[in-house]
Each structure stands twice: as structure tokens, then as C-alpha cells.
């Protein structure tokens, strides 16, 4: 079974400094990660994914994230925050290579950019 | 760019009543999926579907619960006899293929449903 934890509900950092968001993830089969961004009243829009391919991937609005196997983890970061960056964060896995597609989420974490 | 579209975005029911869920997923895909956040918790998954028929549900998806594809381009889900629990927003996703290296769910805007 697949699952993913999120450390820290809420992360407030201030605008210009660097986010971290945490994603630790547990799979029983080499696992397809993804950072799902949602902003208020809106659904869910893919930030970045890995797909076994580069370690270090690069998604829109200046985010990357790195796959770390021995760790297990899966963290999101920016180098410097914007005020528009201010939504909640997902993690997720699935194991869509051995066909099993369905996403697993973690609990989020609501970002908040301090002026 | 194409988008996933639900409609409608808020519906409110009476405990015990039907509602039906309407999504439009993106032309060209062909799996499609329905999850539920309900507030303040984690997104969950509900349902795939694929080919006409269901290839994955949850605990969460029982006997209440049903999709349908009754078009070339909609996806519904059916809550026959709404409990309060049902409250929820609900995701519809589609992606063009499965266990490929390039997929991506895309998401639906979702369906906030209020069960009084």
C-alpha cells in the first residue's frame, strides 16, 4: 500500500525567503510522486512530477522538487517566495507504472508568504 | 488549453436524496476518476474508470455510489441516498493513458456538495 505524510500543516515563511515543503512517501513498488497546488475555491493543478527519470525536477512557477529514495522523500522548494504563492500544497504517490494509477494524497500544507 | 469542467460547482440536498455529479473530462482522454476532499482532510480517491467500466474503487466508493459515462463526453457520479457525511468537495480527473511515464491527472474545479 502506498502512502504519503506531510510534515506540517501550515509553513509561513516571508516574501524573497526560501519554502520548504515536506513529503515523505511509502510505496511498495518504485513510485510516481507529484506536488498538486491548489489556491482558493480552485481545484487541483499539477506543480511538478517524478517519474523515475531526473532525480531533480523542475516545475512551473520557479518550484523544484528532489527524489531522495534513501530517504524516502519527495520535498518541495522555491528559493524565493511570492505573495502569489500563497495556496495549499499536496504530495502524492501512485504506483501508475505497475498500472495501479490512483493518486494517494497527504493531508496538505497551507503555505502563507509573509509581506 | 483544454480543462476538465464540473457542474455544478455547489449543490445542496436533503439527507436521503439523490444528486448526480456532472464532469466534462479533456476530449482525448481516456481514464477518468473521481476523489473527494472532504473539508479540512486529505484528498481521497473514490473511483477509476476506463473503457466503460470501473478499474479501481475505494472502501469509501459502496453500494450508494455509481458512475456513469452516458456520452462521448460526460462523466457522472451518483450518490443515491445522500448521508451527512457525504458533505465533500468533489474532483473528477482524466488522464490520456495509464501507467505511462507522461501521465498527469488533470483536475476538475470540483463540486461542493452540502448535505443538510
Known amino acids: 500500500a502506498q502512502s504519503v505524510t506531510q510534515l506540517g500543516s501550515h509553513v509561513s515563511v516571508s516574501e524573497g525567503a526560501l519554502v520548504l515543503l515536506r513529503c515523505n512517501y511509502s510505496s511498495s513498488v518504485p513510485p510516481y510522486l507529484f506536488w498538486y497546488v491548489q489556491y482558493p475555491n480552485q481545484g487541483l493543478q499539477l506543480l511538478l512530477k517524478?517519474?523515475?527519470?531526473?532525480?531533480l525536477v523542475k516545475g512551473i512557477n520557479g518550484f523544484e522538487a528532489e527524489f531522495k529514495k534513501s530517504e524516502t522523500s519527495f520535498h518541495l522548494t522555491k528559493p524565493s517566495a511570492h505573495m502569489s504563492d500563497a495556496a495549499e500544497y499536496f504530495c502524492a504517490v501512485s504506483e501508475a507504472n505497475f498500472g495501479n494509477e490512483k493518486l494517494t494524497f497527504g493531508t496538505g500544507t497551507r503555505l502563507t508568504i509573509i509581506p | 488549453e483544454p480543462e476538465v469542467t464540473q457542474t455544478p460547482s455547489h449543490q445542496v440536498t436533503q439527507m436521503g436524496q439523490e444528486v448526480i455529479l456532472r464532469c466534462v473530462p479533456i476530449?482525448?482522454?481516456?481514464?477518468f476518476y473521481w476523489y473527494r476532499q472532504i473539508l479540512g482532510q486529505k484528498v481521497e480517491f473514490l473511483v477509476s474508470?476506463?473503457?466503460?467500466?470501473?478499474?479501481?474503487k475505494s472502501e469509501i466508493f459502496d453500494d450508494q455510489f455509481s458512475v456513469e459515462r452516458p456520452d462521448g463526453s460526460n462523466f457522472t457520479l451518483k450518490i443515491r441516498s445522500t448521508k451527512l457525511e457525504d458533505s465533500a468537495m468533489y474532483f473528477c480527473?482524466?488522464?490520456?493513458?495509464?501507467?505511462?511515464?507522461?501521465?498527469?491527472?488533470?483536475f476538475g474545479p470540483g463540486t461542493r456538495l452540502t448535505v443538510l
Open positions: 517524478y517519474t523515475s527519470a531526473a532525480t
Open positions: 476530449s482525448n482522454h481516456l481514464y
Open positions: 474508470f476506463y473503457n466503460n467500466e470501473i478499474s479501481e
Open positions: 480527473a482524466s488522464t490520456p493513458m495509464r501507467g505511462q511515464s507522461t501521465d498527469t491527472q488533470y
